[in-house]
C-alpha cells in the first residue's frame, strides 16, 4: 500500500537543531587551516554562523513538498520516494537511487528536467517518469531492524518499481550506493530493469584485473583511496559508536558530511562554495539531523561488507542489460580502464565528462541529464 507524504518540520525541532549548534565549543577546538587534517575549521565556523542567522530550512522543506511524495511499505520497511510523472503520452520509467552521504535533495536540479523536457527547450520524446527513493535508513525512510547492503535494497527497489507501482520495465540510474544498487539491479533483476546508467564503479570482479593498464589502475586506485579509509572502515565496523556522538551534535554531522563534499567534488582553488552554496550543503545536512537518520544510514556500509563487500561473486556472469558509464573527472572512486568495465558489463555508452566528481547531480545537472536521455534512446523502447 502507498500514501502520501508531507514533510512537517516543527519550529521547537528547528530551534533545539539551532540551539545545539550557537553552544558548539569552537574555543576547545584547534583552529587548523585547510583541509588536510578533515574539516576546514575556518570554514565550519562561517557555515554555522550562516546556519543559525540566515537559513531557511521552510523553503527547503517546501521545495521537497512540491513534488508528490509517498511511503510504502516493502520488507516491512517504509520506504520514502519522489514519484514525478513525466509528459507526454508514453515517458519512460526511471528510478534515480541518490547515495552517503547524499539524500533526495541532490536530485532537485534534475527531476523536472527528466520529467518534464520540453520545459527546457528539450523533446517531450525524451521525458521520464522519475522516482527518486530515499535509501532504507536515510532520511525520510523508515529503517531496518539490522544493516541491509546494496544487493538487499536493490530488491527492496525492484520491488518498488514493479509491485508497488507497477511498471514492467524501468532505466536505473545512481552514483555512489545509487551506482552499486544499480548494479545489483542489472544483476539480479534483468527482468524488469531494461538498463542501467552509472557514474560510478564501486564493484569489482572475484579474478581481478587482467592486463598492465588494469592492474595499473588497481596500484593507483589503492593508493589514492588511503587517505579514504578512515571513514569507510568505521562504518562498515563499528557504526553505531560514532553514531553516539553525532546523534548529539548537528555540528558533527555538519563537518563529517562537508569534508566529503569537499574532498570528492570538481572544486577550483580550494573553494568548496565554488560548486555548493551553503543552502544546498545544509539542506542536505538537515535531512540527517531532522530525520535522526545518521546512524542508520551508516549501516549500509556494514550491510554491504556481510553481503561480500566490493565483489562480485565467483560465479558471477557478465550483466546483460545495457549499460552506459559517465566518467566525472573529478570522481573520487576512479574508474577502471574500458577493458575492465567490459568484462562486467554489457557497455552500449562511454562518455568522458569535462567537469564535474563524485556528486554530479549537484554538479553538472545538464551533463548527466543529456547523458541519461542520450542512452535512453538508444537501449530502450519508447
Known sequence: MIREFNLAVSESTLNQVYDRVRGYPWQTLPDNSGWDLGADTGYMKELCNYWVDDFDWCRHEAEINRYDNFIARIDGIDIHFIHEKGSGTNPQPLLISHGWPGSVIEFFGIIEKLAHPERFGGSIEDAFDVVAPSLPGFGFSGAPPAPIGPRRIAAIFNALMTEQLGYSGYLAQGGDWGGTIANWLGYDHAGSCQAIHLNILTMRLADGPQTAAERNWQVQFD???????????????????????????????????????????????????????????????????????????????????????????????????????????????????????????????????????????????????????AFARTCLRR
Open 223 to 373: 593508493r589514492e583511496q588511503t587517505l579514504q579509509e578512515g571513514y569507510r572502515t568505521q562504518q562498515a565496523t563499528k557504526p553505531q559508536s560514532l553514531s553516539f556522538a553525532m546523534l548529539d551534535s548537528p555540528v558533527g554531522i555538519a563537518a563529517w558530511i562537508v569534508e566529503k563534499f569537499h574532498a570528492w567534488s570538481d572544486i577550483e582553488d580550494d573553494d568548496i562554495e565554488s560548486v555548493y552554496s551553503k543552502d544546498t550543503l545544509l539542506a542536505n545536512i538537515m535531512v540527517y539531523i531532522l530525520t535522526g537518520t545518521f546512524n542508520t544510514a551508516a549501516w549500509i556500509y556494514y550491510g554491504r561488507r556481510i553481503e561480500g563487500g566490493r565483489f562480485f561473486p565467483s560465479d558471477f556472469q557478465k550483466i546483460i542489460v545495457p549499460t552506459a558509464a559517465a566518467l566525472f573527472p573529478a570522481e573520487m572512486s576512479i574508474w577502471p580502464p574500458r577493458s575492465y568495465v567490459e568484462r562486467m558489463f554489457n557497455l552500449q555508452r562511454w562518455t568522458q565528462m569535462p567537469a564535474g566528481g563524485h556528486f554530479a547531480a549537484l554538479e553538472q545537472p545538464d551533463l548527466l541529464v543529456d547523458d541519461i536521455r
